[in-house]
Nanobody
Framework: QVHLVESGGGLAQAGGSLTLSCAAS????????MGWYRQAPGKQRDLVAR???????NYADSVKGRFTISRDNAKKTLYLQMNSLKPEDTAVYYC???????????WGQGTQVTVSS
């Protein structure tokens, strides 16, 4: 069974930085595709960034050059370094783990990020 726990959210000023972490349990972390998604009030949940087991990444256009996704397979932890934050980055951020061979998806409980102008 996979369990994901996010941390690191909070309040930041525009132009500031935050780092999110997602600690995973289970034995499939190293092979999983990991991602960060976000959902603002009244909007759908959208992909922010994703990283494969081999380290390949892709980002939403809105965060390219500002956010960096990374993973530590030994610690079973996913990170999202967020720089140059903007008020429009305000959302609940969710960690996702996808197992490509079964397409099973697991979600964390989410962590709130609020950016003030």
């Amino acid at each position: 069974q996979v369990h994901l726990v996010e941390s690191g959210g909070g309040l930041a000023q525009a132009g500031g930085s935050l780092t999110l972490s997602c600690a995973a349990s289970g034995s499939s972390f190293s092979f999983a595709v990991m991602g960060w998604y976000r959902q603002a009030p009244g909007k759908q949940r959208d992909l922010v960034a994703r990283i494969g087991g081999s380290g390949g990444t892709n980002y939403a256009d809105s965060v390219k050059g500002r956010f960096t996704i990374s993973r530590d397979n030994a610690k079973k932890t996913l990170y999202l370094q967020m720089n140059s934050l903007k008020p429009e980055d305000t959302a609940v951020y969710y960690c996702n783990l996808n197992l490509p061979w079964s397409n099973a998806n697991y979600w964390g409980q989410g962590t709130q990020v609020t950016v003030s102008s």
